[in-house]
């Protein structure tokens, strides 16, 4: 209530009830804050009465917690007014002893005394705030009635500053999602994720359903979804419990997302089916020439493992089909996992396709490489005169036959090209002789 406790005995010589008694000055400053408090405590309970939270939990179907809650908070500002007005007639009748003369004597001091200070004021018990029966009336000082009305203020006012926070940040934001929701659902509808067919379609129906259920519970209990800073012991400071909300609401998003991918793929479509053919038909073709390659190889080389190649992968196609006809029909949440299935296979196809080409060649680039070798060492010595050379014309000759020859060995072609190589380097050798063994002079 904001409203600073009252302590008539602080001034001069009277403490407490039965003490000395006040004198005129003390009785008059008593007096004048009694007035200023008790405006204060007035502009209190009016701002609590007019607070848009309270008329609305006066007006709301409260179910649970806050339904508890706020039955409680009514008896409370109820007893509030009851205490108010106690306070009022106290402070009343204390300026009605002050007024009766200009110089009070003792006995309007004595009795001042007794009214600001003494248990003065009877106020209505508080039901069954005892072990034993209820009290139906209690008397207290003013001070002590502050004191109830700032605790009693402040519990009420927590519970309807609740209740008003929540209400002004989760229900409108729940009507933004659900509005979304629709939306979506909508969106879903036109490329057929519907429920019971997708499971995109499910989230969507369920989102729907708690977020109707949500917007319940949050307009008739809003108390549940106040988080109190203290952890719970009391309303006081806090803020409103957006966990069911912003669930759904990434929910929502992952869904969303899922959609557009979706009508991302209505989007692109032909062009990913016409990406798909080709590189399968490039996979065909790979296959094809590792095939004749194979037959070749087998013709050319001997002594050599050439694996097998593979055929065409016929059930790709048929799930390449199985994808156009479900462009044809507009059935697009069926089409997207498939097309990304596809796609994976069909890359992973022409890998396939490439690497069985690699290996059935690799006996072919042997014995290119061993010609190239061969004829690049034929060419070093013939450029260093050694052409004529009788061991190594003998050994090139020989490697040649059979690099040249058909089936080729590819062992004994390589060993021979190695014989070749040394004598080669033999020759080249610094110091080499140029007649005893008549290869020649450099």
């Known amino acids: 209530m904001g409203v600073a406790r009252a302590d008539p005995g602080a001034e001069g010589s009277g403490g407490t009830a ?3 008694v006040l004198d005129r000055d003390e009785a008059d400053r008593a007096l004048a804050r009694l007035g200023a408090e008790r405006e204060a405590v007035e502009t209190s309970l009016l701002a609590l009465q007019d607070h848009a939270g309270r008329r609305l939990l006066e007006g709301a179907g409260l179910t649970g917690t806050t339904a508890e809650r706020w039955r409680a908070t009514e008896a ?27 110089w009070p004597g003792r006995e309007e001091l ?4 007794e009214l600001l200070r003494g248990a003065s004021v009877t106020v209505p018990g508080t039901p069954g705030g005892g072990p034993g029966a209820a009290v139906l009336a209690e008397r207290l000082s003013l001070t002590e009635l502050v004191d109830r009305m700032n605790t009693l203020y402040a519990e009420s006012l927590a519970v309807v500053v609740a209740a008003d926070a929540v209400w002004s940040a989760l229900p409108a934001r729940i009507d933004l999602l659900a509005a979304e929701q629709r939306r979506t659902r909508s969106l879903a509808g036109s490329v057929g994720v519907l429920p019971g067919e997708h499971p995109a379609g499910d989230d969507l129906e369920r989102i729907g359903r708690v977020l109707t259920v949500l ?4 307009v008739s209990d809003p108390l549940s979804f106040w988080v109190a800073s203290d952890g719970g012991a009391t309303l006081g400071a806090g803020r409103p419990d957006t966990r069911r909300y912003d669930r759904e ?17 209505r989007q692109d479509a032909e062009a990913r089916l016409a990406r798909l053919r080709d590189v399968l038909s490039r996979a065909d073709r790979t296959l094809a020439e590792a095939r004749t390659a194979r037959g070749e190889v087998l013709a050319k080389i001997a002594a050599s493992e050439v694996p ?10 048929e799930q390449v089909a199985a994808a156009a006809d479900h462009r044809r029909h507009g059935r697009w949440h069926r089409l997207s996992p498939l097309l990304e299935a596809l796609e994976r296979r069909a890359d992973d196809e ?9 290996a059935v060649t690799a006996p072919l680039a042997v014995r290119a490489e061993l010609r190239g070798r061969l004829d690049a060492y034929r060419a070093k010595v013939s450029r260093l005169g050694l052409a004529e050379d009788p061991v190594l014309a003998e050994r090139y000759d020989a490697a040649r036959r059979v690099l040249w020859s058909a089936p080729c060995d590819l062992r004994v072609a390589e060993e ?17 002789g140029a007649g005893d063994d008549g290869r020649g002079g450099a």
């Open 18 to 20: 039965g003490g000395p």
């Open 76 to 102: 409370d500002i109820t007893r509030l007014w009851a205490y108010f007005d106690a306070y009022s007639a106290a402070v009343t009748e204390a300026r009605e002893v002050r007024a009766r003369r200009r």
């Open 110 to 113: 004595a009795a001042l005394s």
């Open 215 to 218: 917007r319940e519970q949050v």
């Open 249 to 265: 609401a990434r929910a929502l998003e992952e869904v969303r997302r899922e959609i557009e991918a979706v009508l991302q793929v």
């Open 308 to 317: 097998a190649v593979s055929g065409p992968p016929s059930a790709l196609k």
């Open 350 to 358: 022409l890998e396939r396709a490439r690497a069985s080409l690699t």
């Open 416 to 432: 021979a090209v190695l014989r070749f190589q040394r004598a080669a380097a033999e020759a080249l050798a610094p110091g080499a």
